[in-house]
């Protein structure tokens, strides 16, 4: 087991502002320095460190990226904020991607 490696996705600094995902800035790649499934209000979520701040990503991604948390490796991918979108119910869904850094924000996988 690669303890190194393990530890540089788990650990998070402290003191860093949570802030909502809407809150980051539109179209910008934020960098992300780690990711993991904590317990949240509402059940488990993704909470992403980021440079300066964590966010959590909308449960409705949740099972689809605990298998993939392994894979974010400290600056290998950056989140983009897109904006909302209605779905029709009283809230609008939050739109990103998760792209890997040096590539356009068109790239990556939307969510």
């Known amino acids: 087991m690669d303890v190194n490696f393990l530890n540089k996705v788990s ?37 992403l460190e980021l440079e300066e ?12 990226y605990r298998p993939n948390l392994r894979h974010f490796i400290p600056e290998k991918y950056s989140i983009i904020f897109k904006g909302t979108v209605d779905v029709g119910k009283t809230n609008p869904a939050l739109s990103f991607l998760i792209v890997e850094n040096n590539q356009s924000s068109e790239g990556g996988q939307q969510t």
């Open 53 to 64: 701040s964590v966010t959590f990503l909308p449960q409705r991604v949740t099972e689809s």
């Open 11 to 47: 650990f998070m600094k402290e003191n860093k502002q949570v802030v909502k995902l809407s809150d980051l800035p539109l179209n910008l790649p934020q960098k992300n320095f780690g990711a993991k499934i904590t317990k949240g209000r509402f059940g488990d979520a993704v909470l």
